[in-house]
């Protein structure tokens, strides 16, 4: 079973991200140790915020401890998406547990009542996240926001056990293909 997890991983990992997206970067950088909703970039100069100062640790099931403070989810909804309704809460409560934040994405411009600010999806966004995958409520991906690997994380909605059982093997995939 954990074969046919790493194969798929390896077969989607990593994917990286083109500049055409720096923009929507800077925005997950000031996002760090706020709501995790996204924001608008800073006005005066676009760059990102400066990173949190110290690690943000990830305690692995093999008992590793993984510095993901430059990581972020990225969340792609529906707002009339049943699934993203019932998975929204969930994700947030993981990503509240293990320090990450989430920046979310629309593919029809609106939010929900657990992630009511989004950004809407545009042409660069799509080429960038769905390239090679289908394009469904929820995806969530996995960007380091300084090199901008892109790791896929799920599609559909799933428990909150089975979503940190994703990130645990998606980092530790990133960390053997040293990506993290």
């Known amino acids: ?17 083109t500049a055409g997206t720096i923009d929507e970067i800077a925005r997950l950088e000031q996002g760090k140790g706020a709501d995790p909703a996204p924001v608008s970039p800073p006005a005066a100069t676009g760059a990102p915020a400066e990173p949190a100062s110290g690690p943000v640790w990830l305690h692995l099931q093999d008992g590793r401890s993984l510095d993901i403070r430059h ?16 998975f929204n809460p969930v994700l947030r409560a993981v990503a509240a547990e293990t320090g990450l934040n989430v920046f979310v994405y629309s593919f029809d411009g609106a939010g929900d009542a657990v992630f009511p ?12 996240f769905f390239a090679e995958l289908p394009r469904a409520t929820p995806t969530d991906f996995i960007v380091n926001t300084q ?9 559909g909605e799933m428990s909150g056990d089975a979503l940190k059982q994703r990130l645990d093997e998606s980092f530790s995939l990133a960390d053997r293909l040293g990506v993290l």
């Open 1 to 17: 079973m954990l074969r046919k997890i790493l194969a798929v991983l390896l077969m989607l990992a990593p994917v990286l991200v």
């Open 71 to 86: 990581w972020q989810i990225v969340h792609f909804v529906r707002s009339d998406c049943p699934y993203c309704h019932r």
């Open 117 to 128: 600010k989004v950004a809407p999806v545009n042409d660069s966004v799509l080429k960038d």
């Open 147 to 155: 090199t901008l690997v892109t790791i896929p994380l799920s599609q």
